[in-house]
Each structure stands twice: as structure tokens, then as C-alpha cells.
């Protein structure tokens, strides 16, 4: 069997890579469609229980405050991370969406252009600057000392605190990414990859300089790359998984099922753990060889790589947490 399964919760719903955040110690999960509930990381047990409404447009953790905005409201809600108690809430624009946070302020809006972006303190939610126009992004990620933002064939880097714009870039082809799923992965200090095009990928650099990093003979999942145990993950849109060289873009290997893959890559004890959608886990060894391969009990949506040789599982109506080596008990 890969992996011993620490604790399992039932969300009442469909899971989903995207409504829920991990911290050191606690994992926040949205369920029973109206809860926000915070788990014990260790052994899954409840810290507290609140309402927050239906689906979340977005669900981030930064420091002790979890930031949470739901699709049926017009609110972005500040909550202590240890008590779930309210600090503060934020009215917004209706249909906001996207929900990042950067140098104690939290940042929002830009989903589908249907509002403007704004920020406020993570502090106290008092608001620090909003643009003037509705504005277009995807999923902003936090590098470099700012925040980056995307649409089309332009990407640019602001200042979270004030919103000033840092440096920009043009893109080869424009960005991909959709709805929630992220276009950007950070690479190292200097380098974040953008996912350009049906087929490529293309490196930012700090100091301005586009290069295309990475060009495929067959179309790519619209999703950002995964950077996980030190290997670049490409998920093709009829394919399988491709390993590819962070430093040079090179083609390491291939895994393919011929069926499709659930999101995410987590380390194994040797190598790299994958699942199919229809819920058969496979131990890789670093070359791309089967180590072994088991069968979960459930159709997996997605897989997130946690650390400390953790991984989280979401199934069709569950949340999982695994250990992929040793159990720490034992």
C-alpha cells in the first residue's frame, strides 16, 4: 500500500484542490456547502466550526488570520486561525473573485474582469487601494518582493501596500489558466514560469528578460506547471505526466496511463507518488519506473504535496491526509 492514511474527513460535498489551505499545524476546509472548518494537521481533529456561505472563491492562509470569500456574498472575511473568531470583514464589489496574500495585505478582485482590484491590511482590513477600472487577471502569485498579475500577453509585477506597478513583461502568447487554477509557478527568487499557449511555457525574470522555456508537441493542461521535489510537472490535456528539467527546460520522462490524471504530484520515499482520477496510486522512482501501485477506495480530484512527507488527498466527497514514509509514530 503507498502511504498510511493519518486521518480522513468527510466534506458532505465535492472536494476540490481549490477550498481549502494548509498551515504548520491546521488544514482549513470548506464542506457541508456553508461551513469553513480548521483541522488539527496531525490527527484531523476539529479546532473550530464556522459558517461562511457556498463555494469559495477564495481560501488563503497568511500568518494567523485565514481570509476566505465565498461565491454567495459580497464580503471577504478575516478569521483567527487559532479560534475561527471574526477580526473583520470587507465589503466588495459583487462577483469578486481571486483572493492573495503578500507583505500583511491581502489583495482581491480581478476574476473574469468582473471588478476592480483592491487591497486592504490583513491586520485590521482597512482598505489601502483600489484600481479605478474593472481589471482582468489570473490567479495573482505572490514573488519577487510583489505581487504578479496576468492577461493576454501581459504579466506585470505591483507593489502589494501601494499597487504601484514594479516591472512588466510581454509574453510570447497569452497566458492560460482558468477561473481558480493558476498560470504562474515560482521557480526560485529570480524565475517564475508562465504558462503561455496551448503548448508553452515561458520563464519571467526579475530583470525584466522573457525567454520561452519550454515548447510541447501536444497540447497542455490550461494550468500553471507544479514545481515539486525539485522536478517541473506538465500535465498534458490528453496525455500523461511530463518530468521537465527546472534549470533547462529539458524533457526528463514521460508517465502516461492512458487515462486521465487526478491534479498534483506529492514526494514518496524513493521518488514521486501520482493517481489517476479513477483512484490508482503509483509510486515512481525518480527516472519515472513504477516503484508499486495500489488502488484507493475512491475517485481522486486532486493530490497536494504538504511537506514533511505528508500529502493531501481530495476525493469525490473527501479530504485525506497520507504519509508517504514511515508513520512518525512509529
Known sequence: MIGMTLWERQLHQRGS??????????????ERHTRLVCLNRHDGSVRWDIPLGTWPRGLVIAGDRCLALAQD????SCVELTTGSTVWR???????????????????GGWRDFTPIAAFNVEDGQPLWRTQRRTHTVLPLPWGGGVLLGSGTKAWLIDPRSGRELNSWRLPEPLTGTDDRPAFTMIDPDRCLAS??????ATLRLSGLVDRFFDHHADLRPSAAEFVGGVLWLLERQGGYLAVDPEDGSALWKFDIGQPFADGVGRGREGFV????????????????VLERSSSVARVTALRDVGAGEMIMVTKGTLKMIVLGPHPKS
Do not use: K, N, W
Open 196 to 201: 503561455c499557449g496551448p503548448r508553452s511555457v
Open 73 to 76: 456574498s459580497d464580503q471577504l
Open 274 to 289: 501520482m493517481a489517476s482520477q479513477g483512484g490508482v496510486l503509483f509510486h515512481l522512482r525518480s527516472d519515472g519506473h
Open 17 to 30: 484542490a481549490y477550498t481549502f489551505a494548509v498551515a504548520e499545524d491546521c488544514v482549513v476546509v470548506h
Open 90 to 108: 470587507a465589503g466588495l464589489r459583487p462577483f469578486s473573485g481571486h483572493v492573495v496574500a503578500a507583505a500583511e495585505t491581502v489583495i482581491v
